[in-house]
């Protein structure tokens, strides 16, 4: 099989090309293997031999964790979509047809969720500043137009837009300055939050020209760098090329003063096993980073509190802060991944009876909606009523975070947006009552 190269660091990957001979080792019959290609029309395929090769388990297939964790299934999008797109290529259709109802389906995924476009992006002058988002006051996003792929790609990542050729749904910047001047025009920024795709993918010297010109300023208190780079290339930060120098990097944060948050992705305990992770581990801690340690809880991936507890432990274990238990955002193939709000906090609650109080810095589970970030803090009844106890961690509105409110418990929700405010006509974001509230203490009709 031929792997594509991208640049000199050694790094190759496999994409959509070779998606049906790599789809073989799994003994997938040529059926399946056309309809998985159907779906990896319409969301983002990429992978690395370090994850074909050492992280998933080809015995395993379709059931392989880390296998349903990169490679599209048949069953995320609607039957019938993914029949018409497998038509399509089985008659090798003109390109313009496909790609008009590829574009279709995309568009109703919802490919830019809690108003990142409409609500995130700065202005000035009234037109939107390119490749950044400021949703809290304190924090501010940049997306380094190098940046913006992955190692390899999460089947349900939440910015899976980023990826698929669409030039009006991707975000990304190469102006450096321009992050620079809105730091310093807005003082209330604390931190910067570099994000993707995933930073780690650009080389040392290009990430130097990112952060050094952030390392003057005195109002920023900590740099952050989002990545997976530690699941699925550890040796970015052992063998590569450039491994030392972007380790020289991020010890220059720590030297200037400020703390360099390492923002680090692993999804399952799998990822953490590889001697190459445990060393590229030290090497980052020892740079001067602390790295904390997040992902989404995903149906048929981790949806189990003993994979949770495993992994906050192993984390902790290895010197990092587990951080945050995300619920699947409401974009791309959110039905076939979303865990119901109420069994999410069930596995949140079971993992953390089973670790130690030095591993409870986790939260969650937390949605990252339109308001902030609202946590779902457990069940309770109040009132004769049932509800679900939520809390927003951060707030678009400062002063909503840390406010505790009510919502009728739903069996079924699976986001924000599937819930109704209890003991009032609206929730504490909203500025209008929510459509078809009832009575205060009157329980929804079951679904």
């Known amino acids: 099989m ?4 991208t640049g000199t660091r050694g790094f ?3 994409t959509a090309k070779h998606l049906d001979d790599l789809l073989k080792r799994g003994h997938l019959n040529a059926e399946t293997r056309l309809r998985v290609r159907a779906v990896a029309t319409v969301l983002p395929f990429r992978v690395n031999p370090y994850v074909v090769d050492e992280l998933i388990d080809w015995s395993d297939i379709p059931d392989d964790p880390i296998y349903r964790l990169v490679f599209p299934q048949e069953d995320m999008l609607p039957s019938d979509e993914v029949s018409r797109i497998a038509a399509l290529l089985r008659s ?3 390109r313009d047809e496909l790609q008009a109802t590829v574009r279709a389906v995309r568009m109703r995924m919802n490919p830019h969720p809690a108003g990142q476009m409409e609500l995130n992006m700065p202005r000035v002058g009234g037109e939107p500043v390119a490749g950044m988002q400021h949703k809290y006051p304190e924090t501010v996003l940049f997306f380094p137009k190098q940046g913006q792929t992955c190692h390899a790609y999460c089947t349900y990542c939440f910015r899976w837009a980023q990826f698929v050729g669409e030039p009006d749904l991707k975000m ?11 730091v310093r025009e807005h003082p209330e920024i604390t931190s910067v939050l570099f994000t993707g795709g995933d930073p780690m993918i650009m080389s040392a010297a290009v990430l130097r020209r990112y952060v050094e010109p952030l390392l003057g300023l005195e109002q920023l208190e900590s740099i952050r760098v989002g990545t997976k780079s530690l699941a699925y290339w550890p040796g970015r930060f052992v063998t590569d090329p450039d491994a030392a120098d972007t380790l020289r990097l991020f010890s220059s944060v720590a030297e200037s003063g400020k703390n360099l948050a390492f923002m680090a992705h692993f999804s399952h305990p799998r990822e953490m096993e590889s001697p190459l992770v445990q060393t590229a581990v030290r090497a980052i801690r020892d740079a001067g980073a602390v790295i904390r340690t997040q992902a989404p809880l995903i149906r048929t991936v981790n949806d189990d509190p003993g994979i949770w507890a495993e992994m906050w432990r192993r984390q902790h274990a290895l010197g990092m802060v587990p951080y945050y238990m995300f619920v699947e955002r409401d974009t791309g193939p959110q039905d076939y991944f979303a865990v119901p709000l109420a069994r999410g906090y069930e596995i949140f609650r079971d993992a953390y009876t089973q670790v ?6 986790v939260r969650g589970p937390s949605m990252s909606a339109t308001p902030g970030k609202v946590c779902v803090d457990g069940v309770a009844e109040v009132a004769g009523t049932r509800v679900f106890v939520l809390h927003l961690i951060q707030a678009r509105d400062p002063a909503l975070a840390g406010r505790p409110f009510f919502a009728h418990y739903d069996p079924e929700a699976v986001w924000l ?3 109704r405010p209890a003991f ?3 929730f504490p974001f909203e500025t209008a009552p929510a459509a078809g509230v009832r009575p205060a203490l009157e329980e929804p009709p079951p679904r």
């Open 2 to 5: 031929t792997l594509t190269q």
């Open 12 to 14: 190759k990957a496999y």
């Open 92 to 94: 090798e259709a003109p």
């Open 172 to 182: 990304a910047s190469d102006d450096a300055q321009a992050l620079v001047r809105h």
């Open 356 to 361: 130690s109080g030095l591993c409870r810095t």
């Open 417 to 419: 947006s599937d819930l």
């Open 424 to 426: 009032a006509d609206r």
